[in-house]
C-alpha cells in the first residue's frame, strides 16, 4: 500500500498558484526527493500534507486515509511527522523533554491518570522516557539528554527535531531542509543517519533540501518543482542531466 498518494494539489494564496496540480505517490520505506530554487512551493507543499494549510483543490491519502476535513494532530495520528526548515524545538525543555512530549502524542492516558500518577500514568512516562533515549541514542546524543534544547550546538538541534519527529512513530517522516545552516561534516553525518533512520525504523522519508549532493547522494528519486509545478521526476542521475532541471536552477 502506498503511505502518501497525492493528486492534483494546488493551493491559491491571492493571485498566486503557489502549489499547482501536485501528484506524488510514495511506497512503504521509500526515500524520496523534493528539491526546486527558493520559492517554488517546497515548504508549501508540506503544509498542505501535514494540514497546516487546506488545499484549494485536490487530494491528499496518508496511509490511505483521506485527510481533506482532518487537523494536523489527527494526521500526525495518521502515521506522518514532520520537521521545520526553521528549526522549533521547545528551546528552555531538556532535549529529553522536547522527545517526550512528542510520544506523548499517542499516550492515552487521561487527565486523572496523571494527577494521581497511577500505574497506567507511571508505565506510560516510562515507556516515553525509553523512547527517548533510545532515540538520543540512535542520533550519539545521549550524552545531552539533560542539556537545555537552546543550548546545543545547531547541527545538533536539527537531530533532536528529526528524534522529535520520529518519536509519534510515524509512517511517513517529512524532513524540510534538515540541513540547511549545518557545516559539510554535519551534512555528511546527516545523509548517513537519515539513512540510517530508514532502514532502522522502516519509514518512508519525503526530503526537501537545497543541498545537492545529499539529495543526490540518498534519494532513490526526485521530483523537482518550480513555480509550484513538477517540471521533472525520476532517479537521481536522470534529474542531473534534466535540461528544464539545469535551466531552473541556473535561472536563480
Ligand atoms: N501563507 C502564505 N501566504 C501567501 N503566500 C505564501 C504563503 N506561504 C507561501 N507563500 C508563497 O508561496 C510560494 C512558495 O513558497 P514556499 O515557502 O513553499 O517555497 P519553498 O520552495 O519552500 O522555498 P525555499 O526554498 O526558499 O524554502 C512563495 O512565493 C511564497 O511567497
Ligand atoms: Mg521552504
Do not use: W
Not at 64 to 80: A, F, Q, Y
Not at 237 to 252: D, M
Request: hydrophobic residues 40%.
Amino acid at each position: 500500500m502506498s503511505i502518501l498518494e497525492v493528486k492534483d494539489l494546488t493551493i491559491m494564496f491571492g493571485g498566486l498558484k503557489a502549489v499547482d496540480q501536485f501528484e506524488i505517490t510514495i511506497h512503504e520505506n521509500e526515500l524520496v526527493g523534493l528539491i526546486g530554487p527558493n520559492g517554488a512551493g517546497k515548504t508549501t507543499i508540506f503544509n498542505l500534507l501535514t494540514g497546516v494549510y487546506k488545499p484549494t483543490n485536490g487530494s491528499i491519502l496518508v496511509n490511505g486515509s483521506v485527510t481533506k476535513m482532518m487537523k494536523p494532530n489527527e494526521i500526525v495520528m495518521l502515521g506522518s511527522s514532520r520537521t521545520f526548515q526553521n528549526i522549533r524545538l521547545f528551546k528552555n525543555m531538556t532535549v529529553l523533554d522536547n522527545i517526550r512530549v512528542a510520544y506523548h502524542n499517542r499516550m492515552t492516558y487521561n487527565y486523572f491518570d496523571g494527577v494521581v500518577k497511577n500505574k497506567k500514568y507511571r508505565d506510560e512516562e516510562a515507556a516515553a522516557t525509553e523512547v527517548a533515549v533510545s532515540l538520543l541514542e540512535v542520533f550519539g546524543m545521549k550524552g545531552y539528554q539533560n542539556d537545555l534544547a537552546k543550548n546545543l550546538p545547531y547541527g545538533k538541534q536539527r537531530k533532536l527535531e528529526i528524534a522529535r519527529a520520529l518519536a509519534t512513530n510515524p509512517k511517513l517522516l517529512l524532513l524540510d531542509e534538515p540541513a540547511a545552516g549545518m557545516n559539510p561534516q554535519e551534512t555528511e553525518e546527516l545523509m548517513h543517519t537519515i539513512r540510517f533512520i530508514k532502514d532502522q525504523f522502516k519509514v518512508s522519508i519525503l526530503l526537501i533540501e537545497h543541498d545537492m549532493k545529499l539529495v543526490m547522494g540518498i534519494c532513490e528519486r526526485i521530483v523537482v518543482v518550480d513555480y509550484g509545478k513538477i517540471i521533472a521526476s525520476g532517479a537521481p542521475e536522470a534529474i542531473r542531466k534534466n535540461p528544464a532541471v539545469i535551466k531552473a536552477y541556473l535561472g536563480e
